[in-house]
């Protein structure tokens, strides 16, 4: 466990240089290991002041809007002893804040959003360090206060996966402000630098880029308007907060799924014809849709029974995404949602996810497979989830989730798979 642990530390690392390098210095074509360490040696990567200021000043930001702005105040589900934590959702107010504080930024010179895709290599090392540096202080500091899980130690296993559930400072819940706050909005941010980067050195802004700005758009919006559901989630009340969460939040999110919106930046301006643009914006849009309505149901279902459901209005509030007195299979040791999309499938969400991250891929055309990445990388760890899934549930539910199987037979595709 420890071997495969730190294996998968240090390709996190190298997998983030490897496709930065691949795509500045040849226009995505993949390198050799010669060729990637030639290149990467004589790459701009080096944090700088400048770099360092951006990232951290950005973390700073964000965590202020955290514990100010405005927003529901919403209860997780019941830990040891019946508490219940309180989380601040004003995801959505503060991004909004952010979408100001950069235009602003941005039109009157004082920081262009091209200067974040100008120190992309500068900032992404920024990241990795930061990311590196929160996950050893989430990993000794509450060992030393004593607010570790019990049985977890200082072993590398442990720095991996964790020993802290539920890492926060007041209102300040640090997993879901990661998870949500750090990783998307900054997606975005970085989607758009490269917008803004296009428009400056050759005069335009593609479809391409427009469609992957789109997408970022949609998706980062939808995180940040749903984050009411985000407490009862799996990652929030189960998983503790080691360096695999951390990283991937700080720095492994942003800085690898931003890759098509940085290769169309580097390599010559291309159009789709007008027809294949469309249908990829409408595979697009209506794989969102999917998406977040499944969520939504889903969601909000499960905060009607831990008695935690709000109405709320952010935009934008989709068609069939509350299901009301919805049909559920009820079973000796709990309940499932059998309506909505989740009488179709076991898993729509996902299926409308891996949909949207072929459309990310798509809207790059077919010059690189590091556009595709995130949809091959997305696809395998949701598909592993689905069996991990099933095995927790069916230990969960007992015989109950056999006949929850028989009544909804199939994963992510009606009559496929």
């Known amino acids: 466990m420890a071997l495969a642990a730190l294996g998968t530390v240090f390709f996190s690392h190298f997998i983030l240089y490897y496709c930065w390098v691949c795509i500045i210095s040849s226009k995505g074509a993949l390198l050799g290991l010669h060729g990637f360490w030639t290149n990467f040696t004589e790459s701009d990567f080096t944090p700088t002041v400048t770099s360092m200021c951006l990232y951290v000043g950005f973390l700073l930001v964000q965590a202020l809007l955290a514990v100010t702005m405005p927003g529901p105040v919403m209860e997780g589900l019941p830990l040891k002893g019946g508490i219940r934590l309180k989380y601040l959702c004003n995801g959505l107010v503060s991004w909004y804040v952010t979408l100001a504080i950069h235009t602003i930024l941005h039109f009157t010179g004082v920081l262009p959003l091209h200067r974040i895709a100008d120190q992309f290599g500068p900032l992404m090392t920024s990241a990795v360090i930061v990311g590196n540096l929160m996950s050893l202080f989430v990993w000794i500091w509450p060992i030393a206060t004593g607010q570790n899980e019990?049985?977890?130690?200082?072993?590398?296993?442990?720095?991996?996966?964790?020993?802290?559930?539920?890492?926060?400072?007041?209102?300040?819940?640090l997993k879901m402000f990661a998870e949500i706050r750090v990783s998307w909005i900054l997606l975005f941010l970085l989607t758009a630098s490269f917008t803004d980067q296009q428009y400056r050195q050759h005069g335009m802004v593609t479809s391409p880029m427009m469609l992957i700005?789109?997408?970022?758009?949609?998706?980062?919006n939808a995180c940040m308007k749903g984050e009411e559901c985000i407490p009862t989630t799996w990652d929030i009340f189960h998983e503790r907060w080691g360096w695999m969460l951390v990283f991937w939040n700080l720095a492994g999110v942003p800085f690898l799924y931003c890759l098509p919106g940085l290769y169309i930046s580097q390599i010559a301006p291309f159009e789709h014809?007008?027809?294949?643009?469309?249908?990829?914006?409408?595979?697009?849009?209506l794989a969102y849709y999917i998406w977040d309505t499944a969520n939504s149901q889903k969601n909000r279902y499960r905060m009607v029974?831990?008695?935690?459901?709000i109405e709320r209005n952010a935009f934008p509030q989709l068609p069939w995404g509350t299901l009301r007195a919805p049909k559920e299979l009820k079973m000796e040791r709990g309940t499932l949602l059998v309506d909505g999309w989740w009488q179709f499938v076991r898993k729509p969400h996902y299926a409308g996810d891996?949909?949207?991250?072929?459309?990310?891929?798509l809207a790059c055309g077919f010059g690189s497979f590091l556009p595709y990445l995130y949809f091959f990388f997305l696809s395998s760890f949701l598909i592993h989830r689905c069996k991990r899934d099933g095995e927790r549930?069916?230990?969960k539910y007992g015989d109950g989730w056999q006949t929850y199987c028989r009544q909804i037979p199939y994963i992510l595709v009606p009559y496929v798979y």
């Open 150 to 173: 019990p049985d977890t130690s200082l072993t590398v296993n442990y720095f991996f996966m964790g020993v802290w559930l539920n890492p926060r400072f007041g209102i300040l819940d």
């Open 213 to 220: 700005v789109l997408a970022h758009f949609l998706y980062t």
């Open 273 to 285: 014809p007008t027809g294949v643009s469309l249908a990829i914006g409408i595979v697009l849009l």
């Open 305 to 309: 029974q831990a008695g935690t459901y």
């Open 354 to 361: 891996m949909v949207m991250a072929l459309c990310w891929g």
């Open 393 to 395: 549930l069916a230990i």
